[in-house]
């Protein structure tokens, strides 16, 4: 193997790996463009120069390999000269239209300039004039003034998302990206080309003139999408809520991990955080009155009301049934406090989940069949996954025969005809709806109780494989809304079972003693990239 | 070295304060019987020249401002109107107390592609600093109206709005650098209300 | 029938006439003078068919304002003692000015009126009695306020109060031993002799240290700048921090009462009272040997105008001082009050002692 010294530092790294790769791994950060470590090399932009030993120029690090006994130096004066001369070359035709470009904050091109720019411009020639604010897909803009031809969103393209719409057109400083002719840049993938252009050449049309990217806050989290479980951080505003027309969610980005997603996500999975602060969100518990409108109400009152009527019920009598529809779209956390629930107060017409009437699109990358999060999860804590189960509950809805139904998120239109569902839960005694957004089913409920959306609760998903992965609270829960578990704590406490958990990190902790898959996990261990359940 | 070493201790006399007491006495009643006496001279129309106090009659005599001054804000236009202001949220970054409310918006024109739909400055938590005027990439923002009434009878009039940032308008002649000018209590012509952007009520 | 009817008459005059027209002029002179003392113009706006008058009509503007400001009682205040505590202190400092000699005696259809509204034979003790009783009102509305600062102001209150009361009790001796009687009236009178057939025998010239002494504690006594951290508005706004409308505006106008019953304690006892000099009862007779008679109506006139000047010089002079000194710490309060006033006033009283017995 060969060994490298790297501003003095030793290394053995094996065949074919390069130099910046090499130093990435001393610890020392060499400024890129065109390199990212999930695309092919090209050694485009020259912004990598480094100093090697016994060769009579700079070399770029990206692009040179490493051979045994190389001596790199990357802060010499010439090297740093050389970076300094690229990036003014870089910035002959950038038209520097920062107030208005929605990179800045973000931008590798400010942050190099800060660092290593050449302050006073040597040229005195004007600016070469190219498309500005090109609409060339469903969410991404170009502005091919801004871009400094490194092609990541061009060999993005052909290799990962191999769909082929960009690419360089004319010579010189002629030169500029665009799609193909006749070609939109659309493909399920296309919002990852914003994500890895370091400068503000792509920009997304979803957050386009929202907010200033130094008023976000990032926090790690999941995507809820499907059973993908991609790796995300929610970028949230909340100080200045005149932005991105109030939303404190303003948008999602993905977040390296190895074992999942790698660098990318689907554009499905990012515009997922929508609901978060949509009209549709329940923020208060709510009643029905008498001619079916909706009177929000306190936590006491939606309790007391719901306790009333499960009490009224035991003991369970065989045409007076309780039932759960609980939702894969919960966290284990809440599953688990709600399997407790269930087997407490011994409810045993327990189903979860609603097939879909159509296959919903999935693709051998990023997009699972199942857009549930935590399908695996829930099976793990013992939930019978069967349609079998939902589909008995359902009839015994429509029989007349459940007092009390309670459904967590789901909408029951998606998998059951409308007109048949119309009967069905006209018929439950009392419908109860725990959920964050409003939906079909959420009409026909007598009692709305709010839930957290997923941005607002801590917790864990489990995805199609197996890992459990962590969820982090962004953002407060909208109005009076609570987490499943909290409610389910509340309403326990008025039937005689006691929830004994103050936070996610307790009950996650119960998880990993009592249930088999989950032994021996606990938020330490799941840590940022996750941790497979066991067998 | 000692504090206290660095004062002489007091004498007998000091410690009873009584002369100091006297010798501020006989400074406040110095100016008192030399205001009263010109006071009297200017009432009886004996002279003008020397006077009894260094009032300006605010708001009949204004005095002039130091062009540094900062007084209320105004919004730039380009010469065909529109506002200068991109929407860039530089000032309301910079902003300390947090007073501007700058919403952005798209315009077609590819040259100019963002303009502020929203800009609001709530003139009840400015405090003035400046740092907006400074901050702006694109001079848009200026703090040289001279309109320094801004008293109002409720908290929403005190916000101002993208449309009255650019009604306001420059008054440079209420500035100077010039003492003397500064000094003479020359009467500059009152500024009826709508010219000063300030809304009745 | 008639005593009632003159009493009446007598209390109207000099109580509702004379005192609250002082007080409320105070107002006016406190802003105009400080105005004049450093080079401003003062208040000058309140107008009436744009006559102005020297701001003369903010003294209407200002009482209009007090009476109509909304009357606030903070919640958890002591409701009936805060409504009764403006008007304890005011009481005691309009009933002080009973003792309060304004001139000599007035003969009206041969009978004799004392110029006086009640002669009492212990007249300054009387004083002294009932200006200690002030206090009480200040306590009581800073405790029934429910408000830490304004109880806060009102132990300070109580303790400078009780400190000075001490060292202005001492410091008047002096010139009660040199006139031999505490009644006021007789007291006045007795300053009518001459030194020397030209120089009137007034207090001041006797106890000159006792006048100086009399001076600052009554001006303590009072609770203005500089002995005013019961108020102390920059610190803890004071013993009447939630009073508004016409009860604050009645702790405000007691202060300017107190002053001026200060300025007329002093002039009484120091400045001669209503003596001017060279005016017998019969009228002037000048030292260098020329007479002047003058009615007995005249006479009585002169003499309280003659009063009146006294206090008007008095109160400028301490208007004077209200403007020209800040504020002391309440620990210097103390102990000029314990440490000073109190031994020097102890002094002065052994050597007047002493000068009277050997001399």
């Known amino acids: 193997m060969p060994l490298i010294t790297i501003d003095g530092k030793q290394i053995e790294v094996e065949k074919g790996v390069t130099v910046i790769q090499a130093a990435e791994r001393l610890g020392i950060n060499l400024p890129r463009y065109c390199y990212h470590p999930g695309l092919s090399i090209v050694g485009q932009c020259r912004i990598c120069l480094v100093e090697i030993e016994k060769m009579p120029k700079l070399q770029v690090a990206c692009y040179t390999p490493v051979t045994d006994g190389m001596v790199v130096h990357t802060q010499t004066p010439k090297a740093m000269r050389g970076r300094k001369d690229v990036l003014e070359l870089l910035l002959v035709n950038h038209p520097l239209d920062c107030p208005v470009c929605d990179q800045a904050g973000e931008c590798y091109l400010q942050d190099y300039y800060m660092k290593i720019g050449q302050y006073d411009s040597k040229m005195v020639e004007d600016k070469n004039k190219k498309h500005k604010a090109l609409d060339i897909g469903p969410h991404v803009m170009l502005d091919s003034e801004r871009c400094i031809l490194c092609t990541r969103c061009v060999r993005f393209c052909n290799e990962v998302s191999k769909s082929n719409e960009l690419g360089i057109f004319n010579r010189g400083d002629h030169a500029e990206l665009l799609p193909y002719p006749d070609r939109r840049l659309d493909n399920n993938y296309s919002v990852n080309t914003v994500d890895i252009c370091p400068v503000g050449a792509l920009t997304e049309k979803d957050f386009r003139f929202e907010a200033r990217v130094w008023y976000l806050q990032q926090t790690d989290s999941i995507c ?24 404190r969610v303003v948008r999602l980005k993905p977040r390296y991990n190895a074992e999942v997603n790698k660098w990318w996500m689907c554009d499905f999975g990012r515009y997922s955080y929508q609901p978060v602060d949509d009209s549709s969100r ?8 008498g001619k079916g409108g909706w009177i929000e109400t306190s936590w006491e009152v939606a309790i007391e009301a719901v306790a009333a009527k499960i009490k009224k019920a035991l003991p369970l009598k065989k045409n007076a049934q309780v039932g759960i529809w609980a939702s894969p779209q919960m966290t284990n956390e809440d599953l688990f406090v709600l ?62 025969q459940l007092a009390v139904l309670i459904i967590f998120h789901h909408d029951l239109a998606a998998g059951f005809d409308p007109q048949h569902l119309a009967t069905a839960l006209g018929n439950v005694q009392t419908l109860v709806f725990v959920g964050p957004n409003r939906n079909t089913t959420s009409e026909f409920a007598h009692i709305l109780l709010p839930a957290a959306s997923w941005p607002e609760k801590e917790g864990t998903f489990t995805n199609f494989a197996g890992r459990v992965q962590r969820l982090h609270q962004a953002v407060a829960p909208l109005g009076d809304a609570r987490p499943e578990w909290q409610i389910l704590k509340l309403l326990g406490k008025e039937l005689g079972m006691s929830v004994p958990y103050l936070e996610a990190a307790d009950i996650f902790a119960a998880l990993g003693q009592s249930v088999p898959a989950f032994a021996g996990l606990n938020y330490e261990r799941v840590g940022n990239s996750g941790a497979m359940l066991k067998g | 070295m000692n504090v206290h070493d660095k004062y002489k201790p007091l004498t007998f006399w000091e410690r009873t304060y009584l002369p100091r007491i006297w010798d501020g006495l006989v400074i406040t ?105 400074e901050a702006c990439p694109e001079d848009a923002i200026r703090m040289d109206t001279g309109v320094i009434e801004m008293a109002s009878y409720s ?41 000063a952007g300030v809304e009745a009520h | 029938m008639a005593e009632i009817g003159i009493a009446v008459a007598k209390i109207l005059f000099f109580v509702f006439v004379f005192v609250f027209g002082t007080a409320a002029l105070l107002t006016w002179v406190e802003r105009k003078q400080s105005a004049v003392m450093q080079d401003r113009i003062g208040a000058n706006r309140a107008a009436i068919l744009g006559l102005r008058v020297w701001g003369l009509f903010h003294i209407i503007a200002d009482s209009l304002k007090m009476f109509f400001k909304e009357d606030f009682t903070p919640r958890g205040a002591e409701r009936f003692l805060f409504s009764i505590a403006p008007g304890i202190t005011m009481f005691f400092a309009l009933v002080a000015f009973a003792a309060i000699p304004f001139a000599d005696k007035l003969v ?16 300054i003790l009387y004083v002294f009695a009932v200006m200690s009783m002030a206090v009480y009102g200040v306590v009581i509305g800073a405790w029934a306020s429910n408000n830490n600062y304004s109880l806060i102001g009102g132990l300070r209150a109580s303790a400078q109060m009780i400190s000075y009361e001490v060292a202005i009790g001492v410091s008047i001796i002096g010139v009660l031993m040199v006139y031999q009687t505490v009644d006021l009236q007789e007291l006045v009178r007795a300053q009518g002799a001459l030194f020397g057939g030209w120089l009137p025998q007034w207090g001041i010239f006797y106890q000159p240290l006792g006048f100086l002494l009399f001076l600052t504690t009554g001006i303590a006594e009072t609770k203005r700048i500089p002995f005013d951290t019961p108020e102390g508005e920059s610190e803890i706004i004071g013993y009447h921090l939630e009073y508004s409308s016409m009860r604050f505006g009645m702790f405000f106008l007691t202060d300017l009462i107190e002053t001026v019953l200060i300025a007329c304690i002093t002039v009484t006892l120091f400045l001669g009272g209503w003596q ?84």
């Not at chain 2, 730039?76 to 918006?105: L, Q, S």
């Not at chain 3, 009615?295 to 009063?307: K, P």
């Open chain 1, 224 to 247: 809820p999408g499907c059973s993908m479980g991609c790796n995300v951080s929610v970028h949230t505003n909340t100080e200045r809520d005149h932005h991105a027309e109030g939303r």
């Open chain 1, 282 to 289: 329940i923020t208060a518990p709510m009643l029905k009155d």
């Open chain 1, 339 to 400: 399997r407790q629930f269930n087997q407490k107060l011994g409810f045993n017409q327990v189903a979860i989940g609603v097939t879909p009437k159509e296959k919903p699109f999935s693709d051998e990358f990023l997009i699972k069949e199942d857009k549930n999060p935590n399908t695996r999860g829930a099976a793990a804590l013992g939930y019978n996954l069967d349609m079998e189960a939902s589909r008995g509950i359902y009839r015994l809805a429509f029989d007349n």
């Open chain 2, 29 to 133: 009643m110095h100016h008192f019987f030399r205001n009263l006496w010109h006071f009297i001279l200017a009432r009886f129309g004996v002279q003008r020249e020397w006077k009894g106090a260094v009032t300006f009659q605010y708001p009949e005599i204004r005095r002039l401002f130091h062009p540094r001054l900062r007084t209320m804000h105004r919004l730039t236009k380009r010469d065909d109107g529109t506002p200068r202001c991109v929407a860039c949220m530089m000032c309301e970054t910079v902003c300390p107390a947090k007073c501007i409310y700058i919403v952005a918006g798209q315009r077609p024109e590819k040259e100019i592609e963002k303009v502020p739909v929203k800009f609001d400055i709530d003139l009840g938590m400015c405090v003035f600093c400046g740092y907006c005027v």
């Open chain 2, 155 to 195: 908290r929403q009039s005190l916000i101002l709005t993208k449309e009255r940032l650019l009604s306001h308008v420059p008054h440079p002649e209420y500035y100077t650098m010039r003492k003397d000018l500064e000094l003479a209590a020359k009467p500059v012509q009152l500024r009826t209300e709508s010219e």
């Open chain 3, 108 to 123: 009206v259809g041969g009978r004799e009126i004392v110029m006086q509204i009640a002669n009492l034979n212990v007249g």
């Open chain 3, 276 to 359: 001017v000099p060279y005016l017998l009862p019969e009228g002037f007779h000048f030292p260098w040997g020329g007479t002047w008679a003058l009615s007995n109506v005249t006479v009585t006139i002169l003499q309280f105008l003659g009063f009146t000047l006294k206090v008007s010089v008095l109160l400028w002079f301490m208007m004077i001082i209200r403007w020209t000194l800040p504020r002391f710490r309440y620990d210097q309060v103390m102990s000029l009050g314990w440490k000073i006033l109190l031994p020097v006033a102890l002094a002065n009283i052994i050597i007047t002692a002493a000068v009277i017995v050997f001399f």
